[in-house]
Structure formats: structure tokens, C-alpha cells
T-cell receptor
Framework: AQKITQTQPGMFVQEKEAVTLDCTYDTSDQSYGLFWYKQPSSGEMIFLIYQGSYDEQNATEGRYSLNFQKARKSANLVISASQLGDSAMYFC???????????????FGKGTKLSVKP | NAGVTQTPKFRILKIGQSMTLQCAQDMNHNYMYWYRQDPGMGLKLIYYSVGAGITDKGEVPNGYNVSRSTTEDFPLRLELAAPSQTSVYFCASSYWDTQTNNYGYTFGSGTRLTVV
């Protein structure tokens, strides 16, 4: 069965520093997609970044980058130059095709709570 | 373009009561999903739909029902509410993004349900 593991329940980072949030995944599929979402205290799910299994380059979106190591089955999120507004829960997710037809369902890790210190 | 709209945002139910969580999207997405998020956990799939008239169970369907009579609406019905159904419920839709060649998922803002 497909699984996402986030081993850091909570992380602290100083404002303006970079931080890496860990994510490992388990799948036997050759084609899959990995996502990171941010959930602030207000509760909404905000899409941050996507990496396809066949993408050779690591994905980047502004201050977010995804360190994709396929052989290790890891997809770590790197946030550069942390800001106070980055304080939130962060979820790693993988597209799972066993539910949801051809577009698949997302399966989520338990999340990492990031706190940015001024 | 409102995206995915969920109502209500908050609700308190008594044990044994029933209610319907509403979800509507105006993006013409065929694929829609209902998730629940328990405290300190990620989201888990309750039900999904691949198009109007087609629904199927996800990982945690017990105690819930859905219908999909139109592309736009995907309501979630709770019958005989139980304390174990206290959770935050998210509706989502998915699409194939032709610009980025990625699958995209759009989430509603959630419904916080408490069963007492």
C-alpha cells in the first residue's frame, strides 16, 4: 500500500533562515506525483509545489523547492528565507490511483508543524 | 470563479442527528473528493466521484453517504451522527493542468463539525 511518512512532528526555524521538511514515500507505481500543502491556523489547504516521478529537475516555486531523491523515495520541502507567515502545518501528499479513478486520490502524511521565530 | 465552496463552515450536532455538508465547484471538474482531517493527522478519503452519477467509497466511508447528480455538486450526508465523526471535512476537486502537465487539486475551506 502507498504511504507517506513525515517524521518531524514539529520544527523551529529562525526568521530569514532556510528549513527542510522531510518526507519519504512508499509506492510500487512507476508513475506518481508528490505534492506539498501548507495549512495555516485558519485551516485552508494551500498548494505549494508538485513533483512528478518522471521529472528530472527538482521542482521550484519561489521560495519553495522540492529535493526529490527518487532512489531514496524522499521528497523533502526546502523553504528558503523563512518568514513569520510561514508558520503553519505542512503536509506531504502523493497521488494514489487505486482510489479516484485515473486522476487518483491524494494520500497524506501526518504533517509537520513549522514555527518561525523572529 | 469561486473554486470549491463548502457550507456550513462550522456545525455542532447532537449524537444521532443527521446533516448534509454541501460542496459545490464551478470549474467543471469531473473528479471530486470528500476528506476528513482528525486532530494532528493528515486527510483521509471518505468518498470520491469521477463524474455525475458515479461515486465510490474511499478509505473511511462508514457512517457517510454521497450523491453526485450534477457535475457541480457533491454533498456528503451524515446519518446518525457519532462523536467519532467530530472532525474537519474538506471537499476537493481535481483536474489535469495542461499548462504544467500536472494533476491539480483544489480544496474547499473546510467544515468543522463537532458531535456532542
Amino acid at each position: 500500500a502507498q504511504k507517506i511518512t513525515q517524521t518531524q512532528p514539529g520544527m523551529f526555524v529562525q526568521e530569514k533562515e532556510a528549513v527542510t521538511l522531510d518526507c519519504t514515500y512508499d509506492t510500487s507505481d512507476q508513475s506518481y506525483g508528490l505534492f506539498w500543502y501548507k495549512q495555516p491556523s485558519s485551516g485552508e489547504m494551500i498548494f505549494l509545489i508538485y513533483q512528478g516521478s518522471y521529472d528530472e529537475q527538482n521542482a521550484t516555486e519561489g521560495r519553495y523547492s522540492l529535493n526529490f531523491q527518487k532512489a531514496r523515495k524522499s521528497a523533502n520541502l526546502v523553504i528558503s528565507a523563512s518568514q513569520l507567515g510561514d508558520s503553519a502545518m505542512y503536509f506531504c501528499a502523493m497521488r494514489e490511483v487505486s482510489y479516484g479513478g485515473s486522476q487518483g486520490n491524494l494520500i497524506f502524511g501526518k504533517g509537520t508543524k513549522l514555527s518561525v521565530k523572529p | 470563479n469561486a473554486g470549491v465552496t463548502q457550507t456550513p463552515k462550522f456545525r455542532i450536532l447532537k449524537i444521532g442527528q443527521s446533516m448534509t455538508l454541501q460542496c459545490a465547484q464551478d470549474m467543471n471538474h469531473n473528479y471530486m473528493y470528500w476528506y476528513r482531517q482528525d486532530p494532528g493527522m493528515g486527510l483521509k478519503l471518505i468518498y470520491y466521484s469521477v463524474g455525475a452519477g458515479i461515486t465510490d467509497k474511499g478509505e473511511v466511508p462508514n457512517g457517510y453517504n454521497v450523491s453526485r447528480s450534477t457535475t457541480e455538486d457533491f454533498p456528503l450526508r451524515l446519518e446518525l451522527a457519532a462523536p467519532s465523526q467530530t472532525s474537519v471535512y474538506f471537499c476537493a476537486s481535481s483536474y489535469w493542468d495542461t499548462q504544467t502537465n500536472n494533476y491539480g487539486y483544489t480544496f474547499g475551506s473546510g467544515t468543522r463539525l463537532t458531535v456532542v
